[in-house]
């Protein structure tokens, strides 16, 4: 399961030793969105007894569960997402929520389907004006936080728990609200809906 895979197990310690609350799970074979819908439910239904904020959930995926991770966090119904980690995966493009910060995590020499999926996904928030921190390893490979033991990994690590912490705090969250017209209205002039 992969929940018992040792990096999955480090990446839960470290965050908890960030001091956030973190959460692996599995999922069954052909139903990993349905699973993770579950799951989150679940967190959000029992938060009190677990001692979290169901409103102000990150999403980190990567890998093959990265289209799955990325279709939840992405879609607009689930507003309880602050923030969104992508590493190394194809990220879908179902949805593309302006509100929600994503740090995605991109190694130069993963596979090039891969990294196209990755920098497409880069260059349509761009558009968007959506909030992107892009962390490029030119010379990082697929699962570079697990295989790469260079100082650039560790760098993308930490950045990465930054980014979660800073991310998840009220302030940075309603610092992301001012100038919310003009958001509006770029968001609008950026999708040519005139009317709008």
Known sequence: PLRR???YQ?????VAVSGMAAVTHDSRRGAP?????ALVEHLRKNAERYGIDPDNIAIWACSANLQHGSWYALNPANAHVKAAVFYYGGIDTTYLRTDLP????????????????MDAFAARALRRNAPLTLINIPNG???FDLRDPEETSRGAVRTTLEFLRENLTPEMQEARHARNEQLRTVERHGLRDWEG
Do not use: M
Not at 10 to 14: K, N
Not at 33 to 37: A, G, K, N, Q, T
Not at 102 to 117: E, F, P
């Open 102 to 117: 994503v740090l995605v995590g991109r190694g130069g020499l993963d596979n090039l389907g891969t990294n196209a999926s």
């Open 33 to 37: 969105r349905e699973d993770l819908e």
């Open 141 to 143: 490979r697929h699962a």
């Open 10 to 14: 480090s990446w839960g310690r470290l």
């Open 5 to 7: 895979w040792g990096i």
